[in-house]
């Protein structure tokens, strides 16, 4: 079965700084998508960046970038010079290539500091 | 350009009361699908569609009945609420399943269930 693990509930950052927020998976399929969502406090979901896993190369999307470590079922989102609007609820998600769910992890809280 | 659209955004409901949370999508979007949100557990699936007539379940199905009679409308009904289904509702939708397509969210339904 799927499983994604994001082992921070909480992170701070300094205004300005990178943070890389983590994200392990579990699958035994070889074909994959891995999905990073952001939740600010308003409460919608935006969906950041994709990964796939037979993606030769590691996803960006201006800011954010995405680590990926197929050997080690890691895909970390590293969000370069942080904002203080990158304060939010960040969701790390995998869907399988033949099933039909996307599964979440638990999110891990990210404060910007000024 | 709605989206995905939810109603209600707030609901009260008295134990054993039922009521249907409605989604619609204008992006003539084959999948959708619903989503309960509780605080350390991330986006928990509840039913799924993959087309007008075709529903399944997901994780935490029990409690909740879907029908997607049209490929814009997924009602999610609760026939006897309980406490344990106060929570956050997502509709979310995608072209399809199988591929690089994101889910689009609705903006959520806070329900308390007393």
């Known amino acids: 079965a799927q499983k994604i693990t994001q082992t921070q509930p909480g992170m701070f950052v300094q205004e300005k700084e990178a943070v890389t927020l983590d994200c392990t998976y579990d699958?035994?399929?070889?074909?994959?998508?891995l999905f990073w969502y952001k939740q600010p406090s308003s409460g919608e979901m935006i969906f950041l960046i994709y990964?796939?896993?037979?993606?030769?190369q590691n996803a960006t999307e201006g800011r954010y970038s995405l680590n990926f470590q197929k050997a080690r079922k890691s895909a970390n989102l590293v969000i370069s010079a942080s904002q203080l609007g990158d304060s939010a609820m960040y969701f790390c998600?995998?869907?399988?290539?033949?099933?039909?769910?996307?599964?979440f992890g638990a999110g891990t809280i990210l404060r910007v500091k000024s | 350009n709605a989206g995905v659209t939810q109603t209600p955004k707030f609901q009260v409901l008295k134990t054993g009361q039922s009521m249907t949370l409605q989604c619609a999508q204008d992006?003539?979007?084959?999948?959708m699908s619903w989503y309960r949100q509780d605080p350390g557990m991330g986006l928990r699936l509840i039913h799924y569609s993959v087309g007008a007539g075709i529903t399944d379940q997901g994780e935490v199905p029990n409690g909740y009945n879907v029908s997607r009679s049209t490929t814009e409308d997924f009602p999610l009904r609760l026939l006897s609420a309980a406490p344990s289904q106060t929570s956050v509702y997502f509709c979310?939708?995608?072209?399809?399943?199988?591929?690089?397509?994101?889910?689009?969210f609705g903006n959520g339904t806070r329900l308390t269930v007393t």
């Open positions: 998600a995998m869907r399988e290539a033949y099933g039909n769910k996307l599964v």
């Open positions: 699958t035994s399929d070889q074909s994959y998508g």
């Open positions: 990964q796939g896993s037979y993606d030769e």
């Open positions: 992006m003539n979007h084959e999948y």
């Open positions: 979310a939708s995608s072209y399809s399943i199988g591929d690089r397509s994101p889910l689009h």
